[in-house]
């Protein structure tokens, strides 16, 4: 069984910062892309960062400059740092990975999701 747990959510003014963890656990052989995407109020969900096994990453352009995506893998652990947040990055924000199990073929994973709310 694998399961991604995210943290960091929250009600932050516009300006301000947050830093979203997302850890993966279970049964796990390999970790490949893991990324985050939200969905905001009357809106499709959408990538926002995403990063390879070997750091690569690509952004959203709307976040370009402003969030900063990475992972440590000996944790199985992958992060969002969001500064200079405005009111249109308020969602759900949701970790994903491509995880191959141990026994079992390799899947796309989804968190719980984990909501911010950018507000004065």
């Known amino acids: 069984q694998v399961q991604l747990v995210e943290s960091g959510g929250g009600l932050v003014q516009p300006g301000g910062s947050l830093r979203l963890s997302c850890a993966a656990s279970?049964?796990?052989?390999?970790?490949?892309?893991m990324g985050w995407y939200r969905q905001g109020p009357g809106k499709q969900r959408e990538l926002v960062a995403a990063?390879?096994?070997?750091?690569?990453?690509i952004y959203a352009d709307s976040v370009k400059g402003r969030f900063t995506i990475s992972r440590d893998n000996a944790k199985n652990t992958v992060f969002l740092q969001m500064n200079s947040l405005k009111a249109e990055d308020t969602a759900v924000y949701y970790c994903?990975?491509?995880?191959?199990?141990?026994?079992?073929?390799?899947?796309?994973?989804w968190g719980q999701g984990t909501q911010v709310t950018v507000s004065s």
């Open positions: 279970g049964s796990i052989f390999s970790i490949y892309a």
């Open positions: 994903n990975a491509h995880i191959r199990p141990v026994v079992a073929p390799n899947y796309d994973y």
């Open positions: 990063i390879t096994s070997g750091g690569s990453t």
